[in-house]
């Protein structure tokens, strides 16, 4: 199977000098409590490496404020690390337009949010202008569409 996400040596501070802070974490070994009382810097992501590959189940663990999320909003790019690689089929996500970017990643965030309107106009959220084919591809492909038509 070939690797659809790779993450590499993957970190996200927080604050006003996240590089600054990385650069003592790396040479003095702060802790997050130091970072945080030295810098004024949160460390969220910690040097994470993982591959997902294709087709694969794929489920991120931990306690709250571990810095799950925050790992997630990393892949479409709603979030830029100060140090590491992240990858969508050998791509760096970089070089990708935030547009087509978001269009081709879909995720349930921890805190859902439901907006006015129909639940049509939810799935037309990401691309406003999809026919009523594309909305009932849609959610026969995240399996809600029996849910939406009881």
């Known amino acids: ?31 997050k409590a130091q970072v945080l009382e030295q810098f004024d810097c949160v460390l969220a992501v910690a040097d994470v490496s993982i591959d997902v590959n294709e087709c694969e189940v794929f489920c991120i663990m931990g306690l709250s404020g571990s810095g799950k999320s ?11 690390p100060p140090k590491g690689i992240i990858q969508i089929d050998g791509h760096t996500v970089k070089n990708f337009s935030l547009k087509s970017l978001r ?15 129909t639940v049509s106009n939810h799935i037309r959220y990401g691309k406003k202008d999809a026919t009523d ?16 038509s009881n």
């Open 1 to 31: 199977m070939e690797t659809a996400i790779q993450i590499q040596n993957v970190w996200k501070i927080f604050g006003n000098q996240p590089q600054v802070a990385l650069d003592a974490i790396k040479s003095k070994g702060l802790t």
């Open 70 to 80: 925050t790992l997630i909003d990393l892949i479409p790019n709603l979030r830029s």
């Open 103 to 117: 269009q081709a990643i879909s995720f349930v965030p921890q805190n859902a949010h439901i907006f006015d309107g």
């Open 133 to 148: 084919y594309e909305v009932v591809e849609a959610s026969r492909l995240a399996g809600a569409n029996s849910f939406i």
